[in-house]
């Protein structure tokens, strides 16, 4: 085509025929040139879109309706364990990421059975020497503690109000391979300090493995690296811990909510 | 193939100032994509099946609304700002602000370093697995599933892995077996003793994990460990039926206030 300018289309033409003040010709200056280059008015659009889809009249919820909120607003509190889960998650992933900045997954170090190896030596370093080391470390255990708590609380809500009906199931689901992998999250950070308890419940847990039929050598190698305990043990639990079971469990509980937010929450009936 | 005096797209007439290459050449317009009704119409097996679902669902849907009786409301809920937000942010602060004070006023104990040769008097995990240490430690039961002269038949360990596959495999299990719209437990008196059940059992479970401190004899912790969460489901069971009958007609007659039986 032709590459003639369309008079029509001549912005900075149309700023100057209006009576504008210094604010409006700064604004919408820096609006033409900005859009000029980002296209933005597409976004702008889709904006307004949204905010009128959200102010849209919508049809009364199921218990406005029928005036059935005198009976549930003191179970309200407890729709909030599924969040309060995800900020126990938060709270642990941020001393967490803390904790792991002085941690090493290590059992060298120790000269006789029962000494202190390097993961042992380093917790307590972090407990005397690190500045609020020792605070970060109980921030960290209480966190993982509530977190628990509020997924089991969690569980027991959406089962006593009926929530997991259809087409929540799926959810329901997700929801018993989150509780589990929250447990086992517990189970494997219990493991890193490497003191007596955290070896003999690694050794339970060794021993359920191998008790399993058909997978269960399979199973205490691929978790535990082995059939005794030692430095591959431990290594394993570490990755586990700060690695795979993060980046599994927030994908899930990110899909978790997603379903949620699909779905809706369920209504009181 | 047409003229070359074909306008230019922009409506000028100056042939040296074209830039557009002329009118198509010999390219036909291209009608070979199929348009979404073609699409339909020309799909075969799952693909049809789909579209067919699809058209059926959307058109459910669309009588589904048309029925409604829904009243239409003003505004969907509280507004984000300053409503929800204030209260979201209160909610987060009094929960994190209650976890620092537990964590300082209750620092977690740090025992000794790990020592594969001598076995602790007591070992226990964390609170949250004591259910699931419970499990374990089920092997006075083990013997009652002996068949062949006193051995037994599942080693001691594997009961317990068992057992946390049927507990896991019973939650799951539930939105299949328990179906229906009713939500309340009075609706439901049977589902909500379940319910019951299974919470206690977690709690004698527990109990049982932790047998060293109770100063009973280990049979009667064991059949306690499966009598009291019966015993507490059964209660909840009686209570719930009771309530029921007057719980249910206040609840219908709210609901035929609104909405008449035809
Ligand atoms: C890491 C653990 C979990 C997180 C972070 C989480 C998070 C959430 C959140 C934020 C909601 C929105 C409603 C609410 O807060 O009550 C929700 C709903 C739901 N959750 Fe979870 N959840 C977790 C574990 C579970 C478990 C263990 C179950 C059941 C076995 C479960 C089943 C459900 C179901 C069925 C809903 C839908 C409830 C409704 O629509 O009313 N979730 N979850």
Redesign the interface.
Known sequence: ????KNDEMDHNAWLKRQDLTVIETAFLTTLIWVDKRLRIVDYLELLETMYYR???????SHT?????DNKFWYWYPLY?LG??SI??YL?AAVSGAMLGFYYSPSTAG?AA?????AA?DS??MI?QDVQFG??L???H??????M??AV?LH??RV????????P??VN??LG?VLI?LT?FF??SG?VL?????????AQ?GV??A????IVGEWAAQLLFGGFT?GQATLVRMYILHVFVLPFVVTSLIALHVGIVWVQGI???? | MTDDNEP???G?T?ED????GGPPATVPPDDETPTWSERKERSQGLAQLTYQYFERSRREDEDLRAE?T???????GFPAWPHETIR?LA??SF??GM??F???L???H???????????AI???????YW??GL?KLNPLNPQLAVLDGNILL????L??IAHGIV?GA??L???L????????V??PFW?GV?VTG?VLSLTLAALAIQNFFPFELDLLVTLTFLLPVLCGIITYAVLKTMREGYMYDLNR??YM?RPPK
């Open positions: 085509m032709s590459l003639k959200a102010n849209l009249q919508m049809p009364k406005e309706q029928y005036d059935l909030s969040s309060l900020i126990a709270v120790a059975q029962g000494d202190p190896t042992y917790v307590v407990l020792f605070m470390r109980s921030i255990s209480w966190a993982a503690q509530f628990v708590a089991f569980m027991l089962y006593f109000t009926g929530a997991y009906k259809e929540r199931e329901w689901i018993v589990g447990l517990g189970f219990y300090p490497w003191k007596q308890l955290s070896f003999w419940a339970i021993e359920m191998l008790a399993t039929p305990l369920a209504e009181p009936h | 230019m797209t922009d000028g100056d100032a074209r830039t557009d409604s829904y009243v239409e409301r003003d505004v969907l979201n909610i987060t929960f994190i976890l620092i537990i964590a300082a209750m620092p977690p740090f025992g000794h370093p790990a020592n594969p040769g001598s076995t602790p070992i226990l995990p964390d609170w949250y697995l699931s240490f374990l080693g001691n360990e594997f317990g892995i896991f939650i799951g539930v939105p299949f328990n179906k229906g719209s009713a939500r309340r437990p609706e439901e909500a319910g919470v709210r609901y609104l």
